[in-house]
């Protein structure tokens, strides 16, 4: 498979009926630790980086602990 002069690659028949590719179908490249590519559909993406930070959010939740009153941390806010 050879990349053309404007950057394009011919992604396989094969390939494409595989992964559920169809003409219109928008997607994204993303490079992994291991130097490989892979190529996502777009929606697929954006779930992935919703479900982590979803995941983030469950774990800092409640954490921020300062051991104040909210009555103490108002009156730091307020000078």
């Keep these: 498979m050879r990349i ?5 690659v011919t992604i396989p028949q094969t390939i494409r009926d595989a992964a559920g590719f169809h003409p219109g179908t928008e997607v994204d490249f993303v490079l992994g630790d291991d130097g490989l590519v ?9 779930a992935e980086r919703t ?6 959010i469950t774990r800092l939740r409640g954490s921020a602990d300062t051991g104040m009153t909210t009555d103490e941390i108002m009156a730091l806010t307020r000078g």
């Design 4 to 8: 053309t002069i404007k950057g394009q």
């Design 38 to 46: 892979r190529v996502i559909p777009s929606d697929q993406l954006r």
């Design 51 to 56: 479900q982590a930070l979803d995941r983030a």
